[in-house]
């Protein structure tokens, strides 16, 4: 469905949990969270209630995230149960990859169509260091069983952070050359942990300089910019939602683990579902989602001075 500004609204990313099996140091305090109690925890049957409502609604894509999805019990259960709802039409993961060698084939039968994997570096010591105590070699078993198993194209997601991997750009763009991943920068937002942090931001302009000849290549429907060099299998995305706000062309909602709505990941406004879903009243549970998809913010505004992000982004859902 169009929310007030005419913009379709037709994608849902789900956390499943705020729960990880890493500490990324922009996402998470070294020390871990405190994490939503079991009790208040979305069960699986609500998200399905959840996403049927939404379907019903013109919802037609779907990504699971967290926290780490993969860490969440019975989540090839839960992701066969999405992918048979009728209506859903694309239903991806985002995730470390730390676990997906162990549960890729099972996730691609269930019904998943497609991962993208967060790495933001090609160094064993940084990669150890950002995600505080992962490793490397887990994260490319768990690329390499994602294409396997048939989740492609397998997009990967980089966090640029001045003083951390901006002397990496080049070594991404290599791995495009070798194989036929999306690699994707993305700006680092004051979301949450990553307003105490340290590293600072570099912007996709700031990329773009240090990449010459790039080539626009096909764009696909996301909010990414697409290129490619000549000659490469990949491409490369990226992702500005800081420094050119692409809020005129967003089409998601978002919901948390513990059942809230957000309509804008920037902005503090959240939604609890679990009252009306408490009713058992489903008509009433579409009304409210409906009534969030309208109520979109147009833009917003911490460009402007706008308070940052409360939430850690492992409890948003990135
Ligand atoms: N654990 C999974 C993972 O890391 O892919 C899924 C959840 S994670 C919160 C989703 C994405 O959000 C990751 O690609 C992560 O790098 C990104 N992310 C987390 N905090 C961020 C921030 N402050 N700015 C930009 N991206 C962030
Ligand atoms: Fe965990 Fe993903 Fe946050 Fe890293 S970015 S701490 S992997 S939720």
Redesign the pocket.
């Known amino acids: 469905m169009k929310d007030n500004y005419g913009r379709i609204i037709n994608y849902m990313r789900i956390s499943v949990t705020d729960r990880?099996n890493?500490r990324?140091a922009?996402?998470m305090p070294d020390e871990g969270i405190e994490n939503i109690g079991h009790d208040h925890i979305l069960s699986f049957e609500n998200i399905e209630r959840i996403v049927k409502a939404s379907v019903d609604l013109g919802i037609k894509k779907f990504r699971i995230?967290?926290?780490?999805?993969l860490v969440r019990k019975g989540i090839v259960e839960l992701v066969r149960k999405i992918s048979q709802i009728d209506g859903v039409e694309e239903l991806a993961m985002?995730?470390?990859g730390i676990l997906l060698s162990k549960y890729a084939e099972d996730l691609k039968k269930a019904g998943l169509d497609r991962v993208?994997?967060?790495l933001?570096s090609l160094n064993h010591t940084k990669y150890n260091k950002i995600t505080r105590g992962g490793d490397l070699n887990e994260a490319f078993a768990g690329i390499n069983a994602a294409v396997n198993a048939g989740l492609t194209p397998v997009k990967i997601?980089v966090?640029a952070m001045k003083g951390f991997n901006d002397n990496e750009i080049i070594d991404f763009v290599q791995l495009t050359y070798q194989h036929p991943y999306e690699i994707r920068f993305?700006?680092?937002?004051?979301?949450?942990h990553?307003n105490a942090e340290q590293y600072g931001v570099i912007t996709v302009d700031e990329i773009k300089e240090k990449l010459p000849a790039l080539r626009p290549a096909n764009q696909n429907e996301g909010v990414a910019e697409i290129f490619k060099y000549p000659g490469a299998k990949g491409t490369l995305g990226f992702i500005s939602p800081l420094s050119r706000h692409f809020c005129g062309d967003c089409n998601k909602i978002r919901l948390t683990a513990d059942g809230k709505l957000k309509p804008c990941l920037l902005s503090n406004a959240e939604i609890d579902l679990n009252e009306v879903l408490n009713q058992g009243n489903d008509e009433k549970l579409k009304d409210v989602i409906k009534d969030v998809i309208l109520n979109k913010d147009e833009k917003h505004h911490l460009d402007e001075g706008a308070a940052p992000i409360e939430r850690d982004?492992?409890k948003?859902?990135?």
């Open positions: 990880c890493l990324c922009y996402c995230t967290g926290g780490e999805p985002t995730t470390n993208n994997i967060s933001d997601n966090v993305i700006e680092l937002m004051p979301v949450g990553a982004m492992n948003i859902g990135g």
